[in-house]
């Protein structure tokens, strides 16, 4: 047989083993969706008929995609963030306690901060708070997000959450308190912020939405809580920081009528957003 017929066979041979594992591969996905949609349609199901919970089948997200990631404190991130929002330091600072010409700030090492500025440090001319506070913070290498702002008395106080390359970090809020025209605190107790730049954790399998469904429902039964409808998913990161280093893990903030929830998709864990 000539060389050219034989070459002509082999492609042709090879070509349709090429179609023949499209096929396969392209058929297991359908079936994987197939399984996951099943899935999902039992879940809904078995919330309503055995919990009386409501979910709309169109409000379920799409299934978790957000890595694991870790976060060591960095030193010099700190003394940056310091520096932007005090202005020229003064001293070495102590306990991680730092004094500049515009205040005092404190940080700590699983993230929170505040700080206390000095009155006419920190004027926001025409700007609104809110616009001040996203500014100010950005300058801080601290991408925020608006959540609240509330007049109380003759002061406004301006919560944020951070984000990290777009997505929400939930546990990392701050809340910043105008008066006068001029920013004066960052709020102690309640702004937290990620302590270094997320790395990437490793690959860890996450919880599909049919099983955390289920995990809920198991959660509102158990701990004699209410729920009748579930009306929303924010996927996001929730901050671990009882071990060294802190570590980014994806979850979903849950919206009911009976108030918010976490899920945490690679523990399974599920407890209220407070």
């Known amino acids: 047989m000539e060389w050219s017929k034989l070459k002509n066979i082999i492609i042709l041979m090879l070509a349709a083993v090429n179609v023949m594992l499209l096929v396969l591969v392209l058929s297991r996905q359908w079936e994987s969706r197939s399984y996951s949609e099943n899935a999902r349609e039992d879940a809904v199901a078995i919330l309503w008929e055995t919990g009386r919970i409501r979910v709309e089948r169109d409000a379920l997200p799409d299934e978790m995609d ?52 000095e009155a006419g440090a920190c004027p926001i001319g025409d700007k ?60 102690e107790d309640v702004s937290r912020r990620l302590v270094g730049e997320p790395q990437s954790g490793g690959v860890e399998r996450t919880y599909t939405v049919a099983t955390m469904l289920m995990r809920f429902m198991d959660y509102v039964i158990s701990n004699g809580r209410v729920c009748n409808e579930i009306d929303a998913f924010a996927p996001g990161y929730i901050l671990e920081s009882q071990s060294e280093p802190a570590r980014l893990v994806p979850a979903w903030r849950v919206e009911t009528d009976q108030g918010d929830y976490y899920w945490n998709a690679v523990t399974g864990e599920i407890r209220t957003a407070s």
């Open 66 to 117: 957000l890595p694991v990631l870790t976060v060591t404190r960095d030193p010099e991130l700190e003394l940056r963030q310091a520096e932007a929002l005090l202005g020229a330091l003064s001293g070495e600072p102590s306990s991680m306690r730092y004094e500049g010409e515009r205040g005092t700030a404190q940080f700590y090492a699983n993230g929170g901060f505040s700080a206390e500025l």
């Open 128 to 187: 609104a708070p809110a616009a001040y506070a996203v500014d100010l913070l950005a300058g801080m290498e601290f991408e925020a997000q608006v959540l609240e702002v509330r007049e109380q008395g003759e002061s406004t106080f301006v919560t944020v959450r951070q984000l990290w390359q777009g997505e929400p970090v939930f546990d990392c809020t701050a809340t910043l308190v105008f008066e006068e025209g001029e920013l004066r605190r960052i709020q």
